[in-house]
């Protein structure tokens, strides 16, 4: 992603607190503290400008959401959209997703969506990907027992690489499509990059897999 800097990101997150949640590490083990509804937790890694994160909150409103993204310039989109839609059951955390265990405990989250990740193509890049194994057992210890993630791509390389380590990890395969905007597959909600991608004819490739 082409990054612009923003100088006055930090000062428009700030500004928010109730929507992009200030002290994190507070809400360990009890994330539904924040929200008006205790229900469950999905969370989204590499949340972007946020589209997938707001609209899935805006149709479930019986799931509560966090869109997790590293990069404040990136993540004040977001932010607009949720101060448009102001959705009691959405929050937002500016973090790196190496640190999701200083601050989610085991059980925290119900399901993670990883939308459009960054494939790092070099084989040194590797333990950058957020479906390397390091990144897998880390999601283990904040989801529920049998939690879920849920993945999709346009990127065939990293979507065989994840599925190689999804399988070398132990987790089972619920769900597969190659083409997911050609399968029977309803309710998906785009991400800003899916639009971009698919409108340029390419395939988007879509997995669901499961802790045992
Ligand atoms: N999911 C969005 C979409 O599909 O439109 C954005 C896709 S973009 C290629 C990947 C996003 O993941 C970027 O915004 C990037 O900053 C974020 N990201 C990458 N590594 C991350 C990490 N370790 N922790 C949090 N966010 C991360």
Partial sequence: MRLRHKPWAQEKIEQYP???????????????????KKQPLHIEIGTGKGRFITEMAKAHPDI???????YKSVIVDA??????????????????ANDLEKLFAKNDVDRIYLNFSDP???????????????????????????GEIHFKTDNQSLFEYSLMSFS????????????????????????????KFSEKGNRIFRCEVKYQ
């Fill in 18 to 36: 109730q929507y992009v949640v200030a002290n994190p590490e507070m809400h360990k083990g009890k994330w539904h503290e924040p929200f008006e």
């Fill in 64 to 70: 509560n959401y966090i869109g997790i993204e590293v």
């Fill in 79 to 96: 932010l607009d959209k949720l101060i448009e839609a102001d959705l009691p059951n959405l929050k937002l955390l500016n973090i790196d």
């Fill in 120 to 146: 790092w193509p070099k084989t040194r890049h590797e333990k950058r990907r957020l479906t390397y194994k390091s990144f897998l057992k880390l999601y283990e210890n904040i989801l529920k027992d049998a």
């Fill in 168 to 195: 070398q990890y132990g987790l089972l395969l619920k769900y597969l499509s190659l083409d997911l905007h050609h399968s029977d597959f309803e309710g998906n909600i785009m991400t800003e990059y899916e639009q």
